[in-house]
């Protein structure tokens, strides 16, 4: 049974109030969390909780990790991103033509890749500029980052981080963070609360305006994160 364990931002709102949130489910490849079974579990959670459901797969910005913990070179990095993609996605839709059968309201449910969504929200490319420009000039910023992406490294290998891991890796999470903060005040998804098997500590830090004036800096932010296990 899938449990609540943390939220923050608008993800405690929705949680608590009988009014019906739409959700975005971030299914990144190559993530141990995702086993079938898991994936029908969260689904089902999501259906229980939510009016609409964004599935998303993350796959192309995968790249990233893959260049700085596989010494892949961004083609070689990018070919593996897609292919594991598509075949998440498949397992994807195989979980919800048995949630179909199942009779589950699985018209709720939309499934998508990463680069379908991204390329739909306009102010997407805005704010990763402006996101990069604050890692390069905020300090806090950045070694919150580092420190984020460093506990995804070591929980994934035994090998020690190089900086030039690190610097590749941040890379991801950027392009993440860039996303969510968007997403949810964008014209076509409004899919605002992010449910995820996992913490999301940067982007807390930015909602609780951490980073200077960062916070002021971006354009509306409509977002809240629920962690499940």
Excluded at 29 to 43: D, H, M, P, Q, T
Excluded at 105 to 121: G, N, P
Aim: aromatic share 10%; charged share 30%.
């Amino acid at each position: 049974m899938i449990k609540v364990k943390s939220c923050f931002g608008k993800g405690c709102e929705a949680i608590n109030s009988k009014r019906k949130y739409d959700a975005v489910l971030g299914i990144s490849v190559g993530s141990r969390a995702f086993s079938k079974k898991a994936i029908e579990n969260y689904l089902l959670f999501c259906l229980d909780h939510f009016d609409r459901i964004l599935i998303l797969i993350v796959d192309s910005i995968k790249k990233y990790n893959f260049m700085a913990f596989s010494d892949l070179s961004e083609k070689e990095a990018l070919e593996k991103a897609m292919y594991e993609g598509d075949e998440f996605y498949k397992a994807v839709k195989r979980v919800i033509k048995t949630l179909q059968l199942s009779k589950h309201d699985t018209s709720r449910l939309k499934l998508a890749k990463w680069d379908e969504v991204a390329s739909e929200i306009k102010s997407r490319n805005i704010v990763l500029k402006l996101l990069k420009k604050e890692y390069a000039e905020n300090s806090v910023f950045s070694i919150d980052c580092l420190q984020m992406t460093n506990k995804y490294f070591e929980a994934r290998t035994k090998i020690k981080s190089r900086i030039e891991n690190k610097e590749i890796a941040v890379n991801f999470l950027l392009e993440e963070l860039a996303l969510f903060l968007t997403i949810g005040s964008s014209e076509k998804f409004g899919h605002a609360i992010d449910v995820y098997p996992g913490k999301f500590e940067v982007m807390e830090n930015i909602l609780d305006n951490k980073y200077r004036d960062l916070l002021k800096k971006l354009p509306e932010v409509n977002y809240g994160h629920i962690e499940i296990e």
